[in-house]
């Protein structure tokens, strides 16, 4: 089937490159002996993140997790997570019904005893792709991975994997109190067009690019300000006295969670009028070397606050054709919040 979609040519070239990755992966596993009898001990499927593969970015990340978590739970094997790189995982998510945490020396470089796995783009959606690599010899299967296989079900698995530690849950009360119990979030993906956020290979736009696509966004932002509250937004309702059964109109004290990835347009919007955002470093947590773990608590942040939104928006301009980020989308299903896109076509 897959020489017919895509043709003989590009699924050799495909298989290739593959089996380079895999060799890649492989560095640094040896056969030697090793007591490794566990008895009839499960398998173990780890997820890993030790720095010998591009991981992606937080969303990656977490759907790679939570669907190799899935899969583990539904063929019997025991679940872990190696996340050292750049940062200790559980410095910021802590188990909560499952202990995934995994030491360096219970992860066996033995080739006898370990396999490394590898599930990268054409294995979206593809569980199969990994029951393949899966066989009845080794005892560990050590997967790369940010294959998502959980759709809808991605707040279900994620629950019952993580928990906030009390980092980030310090974080989240302390932005919680300023953003009340009903807020919009609105995020925005630049990437380096602004010339502020260093991300592989993307190029900035001219100066003039960037003020014109500043200023659009900031423009569509203004327009997602709600001036007022009330039973009815309408004008002439807006002059009448409240209608017996409705709560009365009050002025507007709903803010709205601004996320991006540029520290300009960040500092540009955050005196606006109930615009809150958090602050702390915009990087991207494969294209930084950084092992504080609290120099990623600004990206965790924000996921779990737009999770606890009211609704949540991903703002795209076409012209310019800013990022398609999924990092809003996952957020939103973690916490069941309504999502959409808003569609800037004129700027």
Same mark, same amino acid.
């Given at each position: 089937?897959?020489?017919?979609?895509?043709?003989?040519?590009?699924?050799?070239? !495909?298989?290739?490159?593959?089996?380079?990755?895999?060799? !890649? =992966?492989?560095?640094?596993?040896?056969?030697? #002996?090793?007591?490794?009898?566990?008895?009839?001990?499960?398998? %173990?499927? @780890?997820?890993?993140? $030790?720095?010998?593969?591009?991981?992606?970015?937080?969303?990656?990340?977490?759907?790679?997790?939570?669907?190799?978590?899935?899969?583990?739970?539904?063929?019997?094997?025991?679940?872990?997570?190696?996340? %050292?790189?750049?940062?200790?995982?559980?410095?910021?998510?802590?188990?909560?019904?499952?202990?995934?945490?995994?030491?360096?020396?219970?992860?066996?470089?033995?080739?006898?005893?370990?396999?490394?796995?590898?599930? *990268? /783009?054409?294995?979206?959606?593809?569980?199969?792709?990994?029951?393949?690599?899966?066989?009845?010899?080794?005892?560990?299967?050590?997967?790369? #991975?940010?294959? $998502?296989?959980?759709?809808?079900?991605?707040?279900?698995?994620?629950? +019952? =994997?993580?928990?906030?530690?009390? @980092? =980030?849950?310090?974080?989240?009360?302390?932005?919680?109190?300023?953003?009340?119990?009903?807020?919009? &979030?609105?995020?925005?993906?630049?990437?380096?067009?602004?010339?502020?956020?260093?991300?592989?290979?993307?190029?900035?736009?001219?100066?003039?690019?960037?003020?014109?696509?500043? #200023?659009?966004?900031?423009?569509?932002?203004?327009?997602?300000?709600? !001036?007022?509250?009330? !039973?009815?937004?309408?004008? &002439? %309702?807006?002059?009448?006295?409240?209608?017996?059964?409705?709560?009365?109109?009050?002025?507007?004290?709903?803010?709205?969670?601004?996320?991006?990835?540029?520290?300009?347009?960040?500092?540009?919007? +955050?005196?606006?009028?109930?615009?809150?955002?958090?602050?702390?470093?915009?990087?991207?947590?494969?294209?930084?070397?950084?092992?504080?773990?609290?120099?990623?608590?600004?990206?965790?942040? +924000?996921?779990?606050?737009?999770?606890? &939104? %009211?609704?949540?928006?991903? *703002? /795209?301009? /076409?012209?310019?054709?800013?990022?398609?980020?999924?990092?809003?989308? *996952?957020?939103?299903?973690?916490?069941?919040?309504?999502?959409? @896109?808003?569609?800037? @076509?004129?700027?």
């Amino acid at each position: 089937m897959a020489k017919r979609i895509l043709g003989e040519d590009r699924v050799h070239d !495909h298989l290739i490159e593959r089996g380079i990755k895999l060799r !890649h =992966l492989r560095d640094g596993y040896e056969n030697y #002996s090793e007591n490794c009898d566990d008895g009839d001990s499960r398998q %173990t499927l @780890i997820f890993m993140a $030790d720095g010998k593969w591009m991981h992606g970015g937080l969303t990656d990340r977490l759907r790679g997790m939570t669907s190799a978590y899935k899969f583990a739970k539904e063929h019997n094997l025991d679940f872990k997570i190696y996340h %050292t790189s750049p940062f200790e995982l559980q410095e910021i998510l802590q188990p909560n019904n499952v202990n995934w945490v995994i030491g360096e020396k219970e992860i066996s470089r033995n080739c006898e005893v370990a396999k490394p796995v590898l599930l *990268y /783009r054409e294995d979206f959606n593809n569980d199969s792709a990994l029951e393949r690599q899966i066989d009845s010899k080794h005892k560990q299967f050590h997967l790369y #991975s940010c294959v $998502d296989t959980v759709g809808e079900d991605f707040s279900k698995y994620f629950n +019952e =994997l993580f928990k906030p530690s009390p @980092i =980030l849950e310090q974080e989240l009360s302390h932005y919680s109190e300023l953003l009340g119990e009903s807020y919009t &979030a609105i995020s925005f993906r630049f990437q380096n067009k602004l010339g502020d956020f260093k991300e592989f290979t993307f190029k900035e736009l001219p100066e003039n690019g960037k003020r014109k696509l500043m #200023s659009a966004a900031i423009n569509v932002l203004r327009k997602e300000m709600p !001036h007022q509250v009330g !039973h009815d937004r309408s004008d &002439a %309702t807006l002059s009448c006295p409240p209608v017996s059964g409705h709560p009365p109109l009050v002025n507007e004290t709903s803010k709205i969670l601004v996320t991006a990835d540029s520290p300009t347009f960040l500092a540009a919007v +955050e005196n606006m009028p109930n615009v809150v955002t958090v602050k702390g470093k915009s990087i991207h947590i494969d294209f930084n070397s950084s092992k504080n773990a609290t120099d990623y608590l600004k990206a965790f942040t +924000e996921f779990f606050l737009i999770s606890k &939104a %009211t609704k949540a928006k991903l *703002y /795209r301009n /076409r012209k310019y054709k800013t990022y398609p980020s999924n990092f809003p989308k *996952y957020a939103a299903l973690l916490g069941h919040v309504p999502y959409e @896109i808003v569609e800037d @076509i004129k700027a």
